[in-house]
């Protein structure tokens, strides 16, 4: 179920979506440029019920409007590209149209890539979504293709499917993780959870150094090859439920 389910006034979400106060949004509509499903929205107060990845036709002067309320994105963030505003670099939030961080609900990745790890991130408005994609308890899988500074030693797929691994300075033994050997240096690993830099990490605790981290999935969704780095498309509903199949 998506936050955004119940009919909410067009003139209060335009104006949310930061496209000028109501009276402005009012007079839009009087001026007839307004135009829903392609007829002339009659009145600010007509109600629409957004939902999660289905989105209604709307523009201002013939120009595409943002989606509604309960939107969710999927962008290739490139290497460099930081998700927190204490690194130096240019923000996600830089890659999306400057409206869209004035948004209410507020618009916000789902979970975190490292600077230095490009692939596959998700951005959503939608609470829920990002709840359900993020907690460990829909064990929602992510996986992550990974190059070694050093050769793998042979024991790494039992210690991290063991479910008794610990990384320095926790107190929790981390979910089974299921490692996919591709070379010497390299490999797909799949966890279900998001620690803080945690395939970094749990390499670092077997000897090894992570050189590059790509994810190329969460769960049944995986990234594009036509999306290229730096690109984003908006998540039809039906690529919504892949995730979660
Ligand atoms: N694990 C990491 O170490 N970094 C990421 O960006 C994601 C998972």
């Known amino acids: 179920?998506?936050?955004?389910?119940?009919?909410?006034?067009?003139?209060?979400?335009?104006?949310?979506?930061?496209?000028?106060?109501?009276?402005?949004?009012?007079?839009?509509?009087?001026?007839?440029?307004?135009?829903?499903?392609?007829?002339?929205?009659?009145?600010?107060?007509?109600?629409?019920?957004?939902?999660?990845?289905?989105?209604?036709?709307?523009?201002?002067?013939?120009?595409?409007?943002?989606?509604?309320?309960?939107?969710?994105?999927?962008?290739?963030?490139?290497?460099?590209?930081?998700?927190?505003?204490?690194?130096?670099?240019?923000?996600?939030?830089?890659?999306?149209?400057?409206?869209?961080?004035?948004?209410?609900?507020?618009?916000?990745?789902?979970?975190?890539?490292?600077?230095?790890?490009?692939?596959?991130?998700?951005?959503?408005?939608?609470?829920?979504?990002?709840?359900?994609?993020?907690?460990p308890k829909t064990n929602t899988p992510k996986r992550y293709h990974v190059n070694l500074d050093r050769k793998l030693n042979g024991n790494e797929t039992d210690i991290f499917a063991s479910g008794t691994m610990m990384l320095e300075n926790e107190t929790k033994p981390l979910l089974p993780a299921e490692l996919n050997v591709l070379g010497d240096e390299e490999a797909i690993l799949t966890i279900h959870e998001g620690r803080y830099h945690q395939v970094r990490r749990m390499f670092a605790a077997v000897g090894n150094h992570v050189t590059a981290l790509h994810r190329i999935s969460i769960g049944g969704l995986h990234l594009p090859n036509e999306l290229k780095t730096g690109k984003w498309r908006i998540l039809s509903k039906e690529d919504i439920d892949t995730i979660f199949q």
């Open 1 to 135: 179920m998506s936050q955004s389910a119940k009919p909410v006034r067009l003139d209060k979400l335009l104006s949310n979506m930061g496209y000028g106060t109501r009276k402005e949004i009012d007079a839009l509509v009087k001026q007839e440029r307004i135009l829903i499903d392609g007829h002339p929205l009659k009145n600010g107060k007509e109600k629409v019920t957004p939902s999660l990845g289905l989105q209604t036709e709307l523009t201002i002067d013939e120009q595409q409007l943002d989606p509604l309320p309960g939107f969710a994105v999927i962008l290739h963030k490139p290497v460099g590209v930081t998700c927190s505003r204490k690194d130096s670099g240019t923000l996600i939030s830089e890659l999306f149209p400057d409206r869209w961080n004035r948004r209410d609900p507020l618009f916000s990745p789902i979970g975190r890539l490292d600077k230095d790890t490009s692939g596959l991130i998700l951005l959503t408005d939608d609470g829920q979504l990002n709840h359900r994609v993020s907690s």
